[in-house]
């Protein structure tokens, strides 16, 4: 054996350790900031009492937490949300010209990267249409669009994904939405308005990207944790009449 693959093995030690920290920072930091938007929502130090009785899931809810969404997403998913969003966008398997609506777009992550990707192929046409029941996220939506200079191609509108009369019917090419079904009280009535407004085509693409629980390891641990502290947080809201 020579001393390269010898010095294997403690590389790959290292590198767990390396990794290891990295997980308890962003679990520490995901917790902190969990408690943060905890104490918002139910009331807490901070809140407002339009903000601790916003119904789970709903506009006003995420207003309360609009500016710790961005740091939570990537503490919790170890900065790898983004290219999660990424490979959502590719999977939309976008055209020249195709009209894109992003539901619950929030502070309009996937609406930018669609942008983007027009861009950075040259093409021309493109438009992507975010909506968001949020004022609060569509705002830091707006910052980042405003930012990059992609105020040509990325509108952003408050709505609901459950009634869309805003979006005409047969009137789009491409829809997404990341890490917002989970939130969405009919999603029957969600599913049909989709349905409705994307276009009768084969190139037509809708795109859903949500979490699922992990099936073993310390990830299904965290999860579990962070599940019950939600659980709680919704018991001690109904408790104060939320």
Known sequence: ?????????????????????????????????AFEVQLKMTGGEGSSEREARAPLGSGLMFDAVAKHYDRMNK?????????????????????????VLDLATGTA????????A??????????????????????IGEEKIAAKGLGSVVRLTLGDAQAMGEVAS???DKISMSFGIRNVEDRLSALKEMARVLKKSPASRVGILEFQLPQAGPLRWVAEFMVRRGAR??????????
């Open 1 to 33: 054996m020579n001393k390269s693959t010898a010095a294997l093995p403690k590389a790959w030690r290292f590198l767990n350790y390396i990794y290891l920290l990295m997980g308890l920072l962003a679990l520490a930091g995901g917790i902190w900031v």
């Open 233 to 242: 947080a919704d018991a001690e809201k109904g408790r104060r009449g939320g």
């Open 118 to 139: 027009f861009l950075a192929r040259n093409w021309t046409g493109g438009q992507v249409w975010g909506i968001d029941p949020s004022a609060g996220m569509l705002r």
């Open 109 to 116: 992550d996937v609406a930018v990267l669609a942008a983007e």
């Open 75 to 99: 503490l919790m998913s170890l900065g790898l949300d983004q290219s999660w969003r990424w490979f959502l966008i590719e999977g939309l398997e976008l055209q020249e010209g195709d009209k």
């Open 170 to 172: 047969d009137s789009v």
